[in-house]
């Protein structure tokens, strides 16, 4: 039968050379509605700010429904594992659909597939997985770890007393720090709960949801036998890309710990009073570049803590994010990966193939406008009074 695979002409390359040649894609999906009643629960639990439980679980069910249905899928194709598993939402009006995509792969010459006891999944593609194969890591299963949260009324009302002036808001600072952690803490989670010692390739996502944000982590449970006991309990976390992390284990060192470090300024009415008078001449608007500076030291100060408190010798791949939080408010975020030597964990290549490490040019392009961007354009030209 035609195999139609998601892997290109790199990745069927790169998984050949561990051994596996391309499957079938498969997918999984659900369709959920959030409901009248789990509306009014959730926006009950949005006056006092952080995590909002009851949208979390929905979102978490949808997610994993998906993502069964997918494995069911790759075993009816008698797949030896799933790679560059993503987790969606698509809005369909008033209902959420939950898709799982990922594509099966096969034992090179094994004549014909059998069933096997275990399907791996990974949210690596055939590239990435090839890397993480090669520093020593096995594949056990996909995983994630979600929040949906609120910054919420109370907390706005903290905060906005506390934006009367310039300076950290701490109310807004210590429940965004809590709730950016927790996405990490349940990626490890069901790492350890699936049996493996470290979770590779950690990408994270903060989108919009009905009025409301979910943050989400997703990456591939794995396991190396050569590992510290300790990450069998408290499994590694790193969100390094896969060519990163090769080239950081080959230096010698291995990924401990994702860290991250949340902090959230406010520039304050006098502030934002000077600063909109000094936007009327040129030059430096010295007000926002100290506050946007402060900003990022307290969040890089809170990652090397954290890196520090699990023994790593230097955090690497630091980037930063700015969000605007509205009314002069803004969050950063600082994130990157602790590492510390381990002589032990090496390379089984001495060089990492050039099929590895090419990008694949993208060879289809969509510039039609959807009718939700043509519908947009219309309203703002006054042209229509649609939903």
Same mark, same amino acid.
């Given at each position: 039968?035609?195999?139609?695979?998601?892997?290109?002409?790199?990745?069927?390359?790169?998984?050949?050379?561990?051994?596996?040649?391309?499957?079938?894609?498969?997918?999984?999906?659900?369709?959920?509605?959030?409901?009248?009643?789990?509306?009014?629960?959730?926006?009950?639990?949005?006056?006092? $700010?952080?995590?909002?439980?009851?949208?979390?679980?929905?979102?978490?069910?949808?997610?994993?429904?998906?993502?069964?249905?997918?494995?069911?899928?790759?075993?009816? *194709?008698?797949? &030896? /594992?799933?790679?560059?598993?993503? %987790?969606?939402?698509?809005? *369909?009006?008033?209902?959420?659909?939950?898709?799982?995509?990922?594509?099966?792969? *096969?034992?090179?010459?094994?004549?014909?597939?059998?069933?096997? #006891?275990?399907?791996?999944?990974?949210?690596?593609?055939?590239?990435?997985?090839?890397?993480?194969?090669?520093?020593?890591?096995?594949?056990?299963?996909?995983?994630?770890?979600?929040?949906?949260?609120?910054?919420?009324?109370?907390?706005?009302?903290?905060?906005?007393?506390?934006?009367?002036?310039? $300076?950290?808001?701490?109310?807004? %600072?210590?429940?965004?720090? !809590?709730?950016?952690?927790?996405?990490?803490?349940?990626?490890?989670?069901?790492?350890?709960?699936?049996?493996?010692?470290?979770?590779?390739?950690?990408?994270?996502?903060?989108?919009?949801?009905?009025?409301?944000?979910?943050?989400?982590?997703?990456?591939?449970?794995? *396991?190396?036998?050569?590992?510290?006991?300790?990450?069998? #309990?408290?499994?590694?976390?790193?969100?390094?890309?896969?060519?990163?992390? @090769?080239?950081?284990?080959?230096? /010698?060192?291995?990924?401990?710990?994702?860290?991250?470090?949340?902090?959230?300024? %406010?520039? /304050?009415?006098?502030?934002?009073?000077?600063?909109?008078?000094?936007?009327?001449?040129?030059?430096?608007? =010295?007000?926002?570049?100290?506050?946007?500076?402060?900003?990022?030291?307290?969040?890089?100060?809170?990652?090397? +803590?954290?890196?520090? %408190?699990?023994?790593? +010798?230097?955090?690497?791949?630091?980037?930063?994010?700015?969000? #605007?939080?509205?009314? $002069?408010?803004?969050?950063?975020?600082?994130?990157?990966?602790?590492? =510390? !030597?381990?002589?032990?964990? !090496?390379?089984?290549?001495?060089?990492?193939?050039?099929?590895?490490?090419? !990008? #694949?040019?993208?060879?289809?392009?969509?510039?039609?406008?959807? @009718?939700? &961007?043509?519908?947009?354009?219309?309203?703002?030209?006054?042209?229509?009074?649609?939903?």
């Amino acid at each position: 039968m035609t195999i139609i695979t998601g892997l290109s002409g790199n990745e069927l390359y790169c998984m050949r050379e561990k051994g596996f040649e391309p499957g079938n894609l498969v997918i999984g999906n659900s369709v959920f509605a959030l409901g009248f009643v789990g509306g009014i629960a959730s926006g009950l639990r949005t006056i006092a $700010g952080g995590e909002i439980h009851e949208i979390t679980s929905i979102i978490k069910e949808g997610r994993q429904l998906a993502y069964l249905r997918m494995v069911e899928e790759a075993r009816r *194709h008698v797949g &030896e /594992g799933v790679t560059g598993v993503t %987790s969606q939402l698509i809005f *369909h009006d008033t209902n959420i659909e939950y898709l799982a995509i990922g594509s099966t792969i *096969h034992r090179v010459g094994e004549g014909k597939p059998h069933a096997p #006891d275990h399907v791996f999944s990974t949210s690596a593609n055939g590239q990435a997985l090839y890397c993480q194969m090669d520093c020593g890591f096995e594949p056990v299963q996909f995983v994630f770890g979600n929040v949906a949260y609120a910054l919420g009324l109370a907390g706005g009302i903290m905060g906005s007393l506390r934006s009367m002036k310039s $300076g950290e808001v701490i109310e807004y %600072s210590q429940m965004l720090n !809590k709730t950016r952690h927790l996405a990490l803490q349940r990626i490890a989670q069901e790492a350890k709960e699936a049996g493996a010692n470290a979770v590779l390739g950690i990408e994270t996502l903060i989108s919009p949801l009905a009025g409301i944000q979910e943050m989400l982590m997703t990456g591939t449970a794995s *396991h190396h036998p050569d590992l510290p006991s300790e990450f069998m #309990d408290n499994p590694i976390t790193s969100d390094l890309t896969n060519e990163e992390m @090769w080239n950081v284990i080959h230096a /010698g060192y291995c990924p401990i710990k994702l860290v991250l470090g949340v902090s959230v300024f %406010s520039i /304050g009415i006098a502030g934002g009073i000077k600063a909109m008078f000094k936007s009327f001449v040129r030059g430096e608007v =010295k007000e926002l570049t100290y506050m946007i500076y402060q900003a990022r030291l307290k969040a890089i100060n809170m990652i090397q +803590e954290d890196a520090a %408190s699990c023994g790593a +010798e230097d955090v690497v791949g630091v980037k930063t994010y700015v969000y #605007d939080l509205g009314g $002069g408010v803004i969050e950063l975020i600082a994130i990157g990966t602790a590492i =510390k !030597k381990m002589p032990n964990i !090496k390379t089984k290549s001495v060089n990492l193939i050039p099929q590895a490490i090419i !990008k #694949d040019t993208e060879t289809f392009t969509n510039k039609v406008p959807t @009718w939700g &961007e043509i519908a947009q354009r219309m309203r703002e030209r006054g042209m229509y009074g649609g939903a």
